[in-house]
């Protein structure tokens, strides 16, 4: 099988390969297992985004039928803050997924095609004023937590942010670790909240098929109490207590209904409530 590479000025022949119009270049690649990994690339002058918002990312392809280039896109969270100068991206790694066995190959220098259109719910828009907010994500679905962790909105909004992961592996939690040990560090979020703003998080991250210090699904530990006995909160309630949920298709349908059970109701850009649900963007 051929392996088709993104278009790049080394390669592009002047004749036959169209002009990308879309295209960003990859600035920096970290890969954490051998199902996860992150990469930064540059950012649209055009584009505009509320941090926790999605855009359509991917690479060239040939069309079989055709023979001509066109781009093979999928929904991205942008794991960036609204106010970064660069974009970034978590994306999982599945071997015979159609875009990320050829994404995760990508090295700086080269180009990904980027349509600079952003839409989604998990924005603060979306969500009526509260004093505690809950981040619940599974594997990649922490991406947009990633922006929103990193949004100075979400401390001037809250008193409370916690942020619960669940993955399989203790591997798989390695970004979402290394996103919040940097926000005590981060010159913005120091100057705009002020210092110390970081003890408003409360990080919970759980691992369902490797040993790690907290094991679980996030659902199981909230139905027995121990999530609300560990994190010295109670549990969520719609008076004080707002939500945004990005997981696998299970994980979001079985804590959407949990959250109901609360008292707590979904909300859209249109019509704030009181939680907000997206499933994460799978190959
Ligand atoms: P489990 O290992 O028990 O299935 P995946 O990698 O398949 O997307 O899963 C990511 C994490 O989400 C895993 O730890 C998985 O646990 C957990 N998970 C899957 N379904 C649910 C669910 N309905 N409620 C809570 N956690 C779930």
Known sequence: ??????????????????????????????????????????????????S????????????PKTGKEKPLLRAYSIASP???????????KVPDGPLTSRLQHIEPGDQIILRPKPVGT???????????????????????FASLLREPQTYSDYDEVIITHTCREAGELTYGAGIIDNLKDDELLNEVIGEGFWKKIKYYPTT???????MGRITDLMRSGEAFEDLGVPPLNPETDRAMICGNLAFNLELKEMLEEYGLEEGANSDPKTYVVEKAFLD
Do not use: N
């Not at 979306?126 to 981040?135: E, H, S």
């Open 122 to 144: 998990l924005v603060h828009d979306a969500l009526l004023p509260g004093k505690r907010i809950w981040f619940f994500a599974t594997g990649t679905g922490f991406a947009p």
């Open 82 to 92: 609204s106010w970064d100068e660069e974009l970034e991206f978590y994306s999982i």
């Open 52 to 63: 926790g918002e999605f855009v359509m990312i991917g690479l060239m392809q040939t069309d």
């Open 1 to 50: 099988m051929t392996e088709h590479r993104p278009v790049t000025e080394a390669t592009a022949s002047p004749v036959k390969v169209p002009t990308l119009p879309d295209a960003q270049t990859v600035t920096e690649v970290q890969h954490y297992t051998d199902r996860l990994f992150s990469f930064r690339c540059t950012r649209p002058a055009s584009l505009r985004f509320r």
């Open 208 to 214: 369902t098929r490797e040993e790690s210090p907290k």
